[in-house]
């Protein structure tokens, strides 16, 4: 199994690189360097390095990803996908394909922005690997399921939709859901629904009470692993909490990589022509 996802590894990473889209992000990845890391400026700090090349590499993997994934896609490889005992064999090969591609133009950026750049302590070199690959991993995991190549129905509109709903839910503050719970309680005493109008109205008194916005907080708990990044980075150091987000992120990227071979195992396969 090994030796079959290795060459498929290598086939997708020498094909990309070779092609038009390797050629793109070299070109992105210079672009970056010369705006962000201009060599005839002091790069500030470490925590600016550390920051901006890792969110470049989880922005690179996602883009990267998609090439690679939307290659795979192609009907030529049919004869490739049948003779493998299992398509998450055909699925990880992408996947380590677009980590490798990526990881080498992050290395690129690491190595131009070294110039007249901060100097890294063994300290901060050591930080790097999870604070780099844990979002990497995940933004390329949620790229496989944005692309034709993994999507089966509605698969990509429940998984992006129900990161919209986080999203959007750490905007909401407990005044104006209470206000909406009141409107709803006086809807259902009007129906006669006197149950649900007590149950409504207590949910609304309840958040009203409440100390700090605890319906923002629940749905931001998806995305605190990035902010305690962010936090940790900018700090110059970590707590104990917030040395757990690279862990959470990759325990997100793993039930997601798992769902994607599920449903690349499960799908008609119609690849491009």
């Given at each position: 199994?090994?030796?079959?996802?290795?060459?498929?590894?290598?086939?997708?990473?020498?094909?990309?690189?070779?092609?038009?889209?390797?050629?793109?992000?070299?070109?992105?990845?210079?672009?970056?360097?010369?705006?962000?890391?201009?060599?005839?400026?002091?790069?500030?700090?470490?925590?600016?390095?550390?920051?901006?090349?890792?969110?470049?590499?989880?922005g690179?993997?996602?883009?990267?990803?998609?090439s690679?994934?939307?290659?795979?896609?192609?009907?030529q490889?049919?004869?490739?996908?049948?003779?493998?005992?299992?398509?998450?064999e055909?699925?990880?090969?992408?996947?380590?394909?677009?980590?490798?591609?990526?990881?080498?133009?992050?290395l690129?950026?690491?190595?131009?922005?070294?110039?007249?750049?901060?100097?890294?302590?063994?300290?901060?070199?050591l930080?790097?690997?999870?604070?780099?690959?844990?979002?990497?991993?995940?933004?390329?995991?949620?790229?496989?399921?944005?692309?034709?190549?993994?999507?089966?129905?509605?698969?990509?509109?429940?998984?992006?939709?129900?990161?919209?709903?986080?999203?959007?839910?750490?905007?909401?503050?407990?005044?104006?859901?209470?206000?909406?719970?009141?409107?709803?309680?006086?809807?259902?005493?009007?129906?006669?629904?006197?149950?649900?109008?007590?149950?409504?109205?207590?949910?609304?008194?309840?958040?009203?009470?409440?100390?700090?916005?605890?319906?923002?907080?629940?749905?931001?708990?998806?995305?605190?692993?990035?902010?305690?990044?962010?936090?940790?980075?900018?700090?110059?150091?970590f707590?104990?909490n917030?040395?757990?987000?690279?862990?959470?992120?990759?325990?997100?990227?793993?039930?997601?990589?798992?769902?994607?071979?599920?449903?690349?195992?499960?799908?008609?396969?119609?690849?491009?022509?």
């Open positions: 199994m090994m030796q079959r996802i290795s060459l498929l590894t290598k086939y997708f990473f020498r094909t990309t690189l070779r092609s038009l889209s390797g050629v793109f992000y070299l070109l992105l990845t210079l672009a970056y360097w010369y705006l962000l890391f201009n060599p005839q400026q002091q790069t500030p700090d470490i925590a600016y390095y550390q920051l901006l090349i890792g969110g470049f590499g989880a690179l993997a996602f883009l990267v990803t998609l690679v994934a939307a290659r795979a896609n192609d009907a490889h049919y004869p490739l996908l049948v003779r493998l005992k299992s398509r998450g055909f699925v990880t090969a992408v996947l380590l394909s677009s980590l490798l591609i990526t990881l080498l133009f992050q690129v950026l690491m190595l131009l922005g070294l110039i007249n750049g901060p100097s890294l302590t063994l300290g901060a070199l930080e790097i690997p999870p604070i780099w690959l844990a979002p990497m991993l995940l933004m390329a995991v949620l790229a496989l399921h944005a692309s034709d190549f993994i999507t089966i129905g509605w698969s990509r509109i429940y998984v992006f939709g129900l990161l919209a709903i986080f999203l959007f839910g750490q905007g909401l503050q407990n005044e104006s859901l209470a206000k909406v719970s009141t409107s709803l309680s006086r809807y259902a005493l009007n129906q006669s629904w006197v149950a649900m109008s007590s149950n409504l109205e207590n949910f609304a008194n309840t958040l009203n009470q409440t100390d700090g916005n605890i319906i923002s907080r629940l749905f931001g708990f998806v995305f605190w692993p990035f902010q305690a990044l962010a936090e940790g980075i900018t700090n110059g150091y707590t104990a917030q040395s757990l987000a690279p862990a959470i992120l990759l325990l997100y990227a793993t039930v997601l990589f798992l769902l994607a071979v599920d449903l690349f195992a499960n799908k008609d396969l119609a690849f491009s022509e």
